[in-house]
């Protein structure tokens, strides 16, 4: 059984940095992406950014620069570090895996599991 689990949200200051973790187990697939997304409060879920098993990643532009996207594929746990934050930051972040693999895309219908969210509250 897939699972993704997020964990490393909190309420932190504008300005301020948090490091968000998901670990993931049942993936037995040897090429596969992890997805970041995010749902602000009223607003749909938004694709923020993707790793592949080899570390490829991608970035939509509302992070880019930002944010970094790291893996360790062995330990199966994948990080999102975020920094410069934004009140605009504040959503439930969630984690995903696609099984497929290849070139990690920001499309939700790419991914076939989802952990249960974590909050980021980013104060002004």
């Known amino acids: 059984e897939v699972k993704l689990v997020e964990f490393g949200g909190d309420l932190v200051q504008a300005g301020g940095s948090l490091r968000l973790s998901c670990l993931f187990s049942?993936?037995?697939?040897?090429?596969?992406?992890i997805g970041w997304f995010r749902q602000a409060p009223g607003k749909e879920r938004e694709a923020i950014s993707s790793?592949?098993?080899?570390?490829?990643?991608v970035y939509a532009d509302s992070v880019k620069g930002r944010h970094t996207v790291s893996i360790n594929s062995e330990k199966k746990i994948a990080f999102l570090q975020m920094n410069s934050l934004k009140p605009e930051d504040t959503a439930v972040y969630y984690c995903a895996v696609d099984l497929v693999g290849g070139v990690p895309k920001l499309l939700e219908s790419e991914y076939d599991y989802w952990g249960q969210g974590t909050q980021v509250t980013v104060s002004s």
């Open positions: 790793i592949s098993s080899d570390q490829y990643e």
């Open positions: 049942g993936v037995s697939v040897e090429n596969y992406n």
